[in-house]
């Protein structure tokens, strides 16, 4: 009966059966990212549409910021006229005051002594009519207070409040025109200043407005570029699985194809097992021609009676050693025939400590190379 260890080890190191499975999976991860292509191709038709109708949205808005921005702008425009008017008028009256204060400063000790000399008169009936009137006595050289008090001092008096009151009213008559005009543009100020005051709160409102459709519109322009953004993260992701299901679709034929075939091995794996195991087990001590008539007539006959299912021609080499080992033990002196390459696997593979009937030395020389950094011990056994 084939050890069990065998079939162990076979299996374990079956490299079509490793193939098998890294067919599986590289088909399983095609038809994944076939999926995935038709899942984003949904996806995408969706975010196509919702960009759409983000679009449609993000374009309204911006209709009505533009139309927004156009209002504030007209509106700013018209509290800055209003503005720039009533900075004018301030203007204006700040030069008037100063002339004014000016005028009654330079005005003002001729005033106070002329209201001195008024003191009990009522100086506002004071007029031009009467200032004529006393004209022609301004005009004599001796209408003076130092004549008249050489006269008299009452006359004097006369005299000196005559000219009082003709000093008061010509500098009362030039300032008074420039109070009624500060009175006049102060209340100007006052009309402007509530204008002003009425057009800054119209712009705060329409600024208001703006930036309340500022921000509608900043958020549905981020919609948009989020969508976007995904739209093309979805594309991309399309691109690059379509480009990988392209570049494969030759391999993902040859994969179905062998993916087939491993199915058909895997039903044979358990056949093949047992002509390998068998090999391992009694075939070594035969030459290559009993080696053949034992498999291929004898067992192989057994295993179709009794309905085990394996591969016909079974190459029992390629099943229990890569090629790679068959070159390393070709360079370390293994021949390169099948019958060596038997052996080879005979003695790698058995757990049996193997006995070489070995002519040649061709064994000798082959497995000594193999050993030498395993500090392999040689004897010498004389029969």
């Not at 490299?15 to 038709?38: D, P, Q, R, T, Y």
């Not at 009467?130 to 006269?151: A, S």
């Not at 500022?214 to 399309?238: G, V, W, Y």
């Amino acid at each position: 009966t084939p050890h069990p260890h065998f079939s162990f080890k076979f299996i374990q190191g079956d490299f079509h059966s490793l193939n098998f499975i890294f067919h599986l999976i590289g088909l399983s991860k095609l038809m994944e990212a076939s999926e995935s292509v038709a899942r984003l191709s949904q996806e995408l038709a969706i975010k196509e549409k919702e960009l759409a109708l983000a679009s449609i949205k993000a374009d309204k808005v911006l209709a009505e910021v533009t139309e927004s921005a156009e209002a504030a702008a007209k509106v700013k425009n018209e509290v800055q006229g209003v503005k720039d008017k009533a900075q004018k008028i301030v203007d204006e009256i700040d030069l008037e005051k100063v002339k004014a204060e000016t005028k009654l400063e330079a005005a003002k000790p001729a005033l106070e002594e002329a209201e001195a000399s008024l003191q009990q008169f009522p100086k506002d009936s004071i007029n031009e009519e009467t200032v004529e009137l006393l004209q022609p006595y301004f005009n004599m050289e001796d209408y003076t207070w130092e004549y008249g008090k050489k006269v008299c001092g009452n006359v004097a008096g006369l005299l000196s409040w005559t000219q009082a009151m003709a000093i008061f009213y010509a500098v009362n008559k030039e300032v008074l025109p420039l109070k009624a005009n500060l009175a006049k543009q102060e209340g100007h100020l006052k009309i402007a200043n509530a204008e002003l005051a009425k057009a800054q709160e119209a712009l705060g409102e329409k600024q208001a407005e703006l930036d309340k459709v500022q921000a509608k519109f900043d958020a549905a322009m981020t919609e948009k570029m989020d969508l976007l953004n995904d739209a093309e993260t979805c594309r991309r992701k399309m691109q690059t699985a379509s480009v990988l299901i392209d570049g494969l679709s030759e391999e993902k034929v040859r994969w179905t194809q062998q993916s087939k075939e491993f199915k058909s091995q895997i039903n044979r794996l358990v056949g093949d097992v047992l002509l390998c195991t068998g090999f391992l087990s009694y075939c070594g001590p035969f030459n290559q021609n009993f080696r053949k008539l034992l498999i291929k007539d004898l067992w192989e006959a057994e295993m179709r009676a009794h309905k085990i299912p394996f591969s016909e021609n079974l190459n029992l080499i390629s099943m229990l050693v890569d090629p790679p080992t068959i070159s390393e033990w070709n360079l370390q002196g293994l021949p390169g025939d099948d019958l060596s390459i038997q052996n080879g696997i005979i003695v790698t593979k058995a757990t049996r400590y193997p006995l070489l009937v070995d002519p040649q030395t061709q064994g000798k020389s082959w497995i000594k190379k193999k050993e030498q950094d395993n500090e392999l011990q040689m004897f010498r056994c004389h029969l």
